[in-house]
Each structure stands twice: as C-alpha cells, then as structure tokens.
C-alpha cells in the first residue's frame, strides 16, 4: 500500500503518485501505474481544478498508463484526457516545470519500466538539484539495474543523490519473491492437470489488483490456446491496449480460463453447473 505524500525534497514543484492536499499546490504530475493505491486524489474535483489552472500543469504517465486510466472504471478519468502526457519510455525528455512566482525550471525525466503491471514505469529526474530516482511497485530481477542503460554512465552506476520507493512489498513477508517464470509454470501446470480432465473443467482465476496479472494471462493464452473471459467492463479498460486485449474474450462458453470476477457467480453459474455439475476449482492467484 502506497504511503508516499507525494512531494521529494529535490523538484518540489513535482508531485507524484498523490493528488491531494499540499500536492495541489504543484505544477507537475507524475502517475507510475494505475493502481488505486497511487492515485489517491486523481479523481478528485479539487485535482481537475488544479490541471485547468493553467494550460502548462500536465500530469505525465506512459502511454500505456495513459490508455488504461482513460478507460478505467467505466470513463472516471475521462475528463483529464486532454491534460494527461504520454512520455515515451526509455527516452530522456526535456520538461519546463511550471513556476508562477519565478523562473519556470527544467528538469530531464526518463521513464524507466517497471515490470509491475502494464506500463508501470519508473521516473529517473535530472537537472539542478540533482539526479533522483523515483518508483512505485516495481518487479526486476537480481541484476537488472546494471542492465538498464539510464541508471548507468559508462561502465559505472549514475550517482542518485536521492532513491524514493513507494512499493507495497516493502515488507517482511515479501523478501522473497519467486520469479516471474517460477510462478508460470506453477500456474500453467495447475491449469494443465485441471482443465486437461474434460472440456467442461473450467479454471477460475482470481487476483487481488484490477491490473497485475496480463503477464500470466498471456502465457495461459499463448499455452493452451484459449481466451480468458473477462467482464465486458474489464474488456473496455484495456480498449486502447490491443496487445493485451487480444488474450481475452467477453464470451464466456468459450473458454475454460476465466478472471471474470463475480459474473461467473451472478450470470453464469447456472450454466457452468449444468456443464459440470457445481465442479468449479478455483485456484488463487495470490
Ligand atoms: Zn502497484
Ligand atoms: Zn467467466
């Protein structure tokens, strides 16, 4: 769960992954990933009245972020569509952060991804209070920081003056994380040994986060050739995400994989138990 205020020491103008508060009095925003728990105040009038305030207060995100939260929630966050920026990733921006009793000032941000969810990003900030690392949830392996050609100049490591970690696995019970593969083939392999046993065996897959989970869902796609059902809502927030979207389908006797929430229940498992006799597995994602 995200605890950051929202505000570094360096770029204080700067807000990010918080949108209430002290952080309306900034002139910049920054969005890591859609996820609730770093986008408290996102929704909020008082927020909307800050970005109309002057034509330059952006908030800045990737353009996959971009395209999930302006479709999120059935179009909640419709209304910021002309004051949201995507930036491109791994390219270095040069950005005038707006400054109404001085000089605007610039800084250089570089959005570096993730590996959390769809297009969680990182931001790296450079310029005259120094360079500065900020990140939301992040998934890298052992190693991969060394891989990433921002966080390095030459063969050495850039200096940070200052690192900000707003993750929600900043906690005991999260020292270890199995890796990305480890948890696909376990998956695969439950999925395998049910869904194997006759076409009318039907998996059900449920995570805790509305988004997280593309990753297993691509492989379950690419591995048993089948879609996985989804809500028809679910399916309109990945709308401008047709890479993710294809693995889906919002039909579900289609299919034997499904994270259609409540649906199955409520719509759907009248005809489920007459498939398979109340035989539902359902196996937790998390
Ligand atoms: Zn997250
Ligand atoms: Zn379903």
Redo the contacts with the bound molecule.
């Keep these: 769960m995200s605890t950051f205020c929202g505000q570094m020491r360096e770029y204080s103008r700067i807000s990010l992954d918080r949108f209430d508060k002290e952080n309306l009095e900034s002139t910049a925003f920054f969005l890591s990933?859609c996820?609730t728990?770093?986008m408290v105040g996102l929704s909020y009038p008082s927020f909307h009245y800050r970005l109309n305030s002057c034509r330059d207060i952006k908030l800045y995100c990737s353009e996959v972020t971009r395209q999930i939260l302006l479709h999120m929630q059935d179009g909640n966050y419709k209304h910021l569509d002309k004051h949201v920026v995507a930036l491109s990733e791994n390219n270095p921006t040069r950005l005038k952060i707006p400054n109404f009793s001085g000089k605007a000032e610039e800084v250089v941000v570089t959005l570096i991804p993730a590996a959390?969810?769809p297009g969680?990003v990182m931001f790296l900030f450079e310029g005259e209070e120094g360079t500065v690392l900020y990140t939301?949830?992040f998934r890298l392996e052992k190693g991969s920081a060394a891989r990433i050609p921002q966080l390095n100049s030459g063969s050495r490591s850039k200096s940070i003056r200052s690192l900000y970690v707003d993750t929600?696995f900043c906690t005991p019970k999260a020292f270890h994380i199995p890796s990305r593969q480890e948890c696909r083939d376990v998956i695969i392999s439950v999925i395998d040994s049910w869904i194997q046993l006759s076409p009318a065996h039907m998996v059900v897959l449920r995570g805790k986060?509305s988004l997280?989970y593309e990753y297993i869902y691509e492989e379950v796609n690419k591995e048993f050739k089948q879609k996985i059902h989804i809500s028809e809502r679910k399916m309109r927030m990945y709308t401008g995400v047709p890479q993710i979207s294809k693995c889906f389908t919002t039909d579900p006797m289609g299919t034997q994989v499904h994270a259609c929430e409540k649906q199955l229940k409520t719509v759907y498992m009248a005809s489920f138990n007459q498939l398979i006799e109340k035989d539902i597995a359902q196996k937790q994602l998390s």
């Design positions: 990933h996820h728990d770093h959390h969810c969680s939301g949830d929600t986060a997280g």
